[in-house]
């Protein structure tokens, strides 16, 4: 989700306009390096008003200095910064919900045949909406003792990986979630008056989160998995990122395992073991 910059400080102002496209340019190269993020002509704007909060942060005045401080960065946490300000986090429950569906048809088969053990990863978990959602699914399947199974959930923004751990969400977040999934799987609590729901521990405890680069395969998971929700993030790579990322994804996944891809995103152009099922689901045909 954007986030401007306050309009009244005139540092800001003055940073912004100091934005070249010819800075925007090595920027750009510098994020699509460390990241795999493409930004594409036309995000200068974009790019200064999420980098303006940095420059205030750190009292650098201009994006120039800013550039010239990220590439003397050894210790890299100011990379995880810039990745965290340029980062875009869109994400709710039980988002395009018919891929849940598919999870919990798929798994019931899977467990009616004897399946007493599964991995699923959420390889862009942002702010936990995705795997909580995953866990609620897994939960009504599987119940929360007895069958094994576990979700990891990464994401490249520490940012929205600390938010996720916590497992709270104001009231309005919740929306989409029915009243008995609220009850059975959240506490209702309330802090400053404010109405907030936190997942319950049992659910939490199947959840793990880890910071992950998905441009930098291969990832230190071993699988096999049986589902990866890779959702409306290779949007903003290009096929030299995407082609990697599907063959470690197919590496991971058991054989017949399934990949599901966001609704706008697809496949096509890249040779590749998984084979479409149906739009966004994949199925992996490695031997």
Request: proline letters at 4%; a positive charge.
């Amino acid at each position: 989700m954007g986030r401007e910059p306050d309009s009244n400080n005139s540092s800001t102002n003055s940073a912004n306009s100091s934005l070249s496209h010819e800075l925007f340019e090595k920027i750009s190269r510098f994020i699509y390096n460390q990241s795999g993020i493409t930004l594409k002509d036309g995000k200068e704007a974009l790019v200064a008003s999420r980098l303006a909060k940095r420059l205030r942060a750190l009292n650098i005045p201009s994006y120039a200095s800013y550039f010239q401080y990220l590439e003397k960065d050894t210790s890299g946490e100011e990379i995880v910064q810039l990745l965290d300000a340029i980062s875009t986090n869109v994400t709710h429950f039980f988002r395009e919900p018919k891929h849940f569906d598919i999870l919990h048809e798929k798994i019931t088969t899977w467990k009616n045949a004897g399946q007493r053990r599964f991995r699923i990863w959420c390889a862009a978990s942002s702010t936990g909406e995705e795997p909580y959602t995953l866990a609620m699914v897994m939960a009504e399947v599987c119940g929360l003792s007895g069958i094994d199974w576990k979700i990891l959930a990464t994401d490249i923004s520490t940012r929205v990986l600390d938010i996720a751990k916590t497992g709270k969400y104001e009231e309005e977040k919740l929306k989409d979630v029915s009243s008995a999934l609220k009850q059975k799987y959240f506490d209702q609590i309330k802090l400053e008056e404010q109405k907030y729901y936190r997942a319950k521990p049992a659910l939490r405890e199947r959840i793990v989160f880890k910071r992950l680069n998905l441009a930098e395969p291969p990832f230190p998971m071993h699988g096999p998995l049986d589902f990866v929700f890779c959702r409306n993030v290779m949007i903003y790579f290009d096929n030299n990122i995407r082609k990697p990322l599907i063959d470690e994804i197919s590496r991971l996944l058991k054989p017949e395992g399934i990949l599901i891809v966001g609704s706008s995103e697809s496949l096509t152009g890249i040779i590749t073991a998984m084979k479409s099922i149906g739009p966004s689901v994949y199925a992996n045909i490695r031997k």
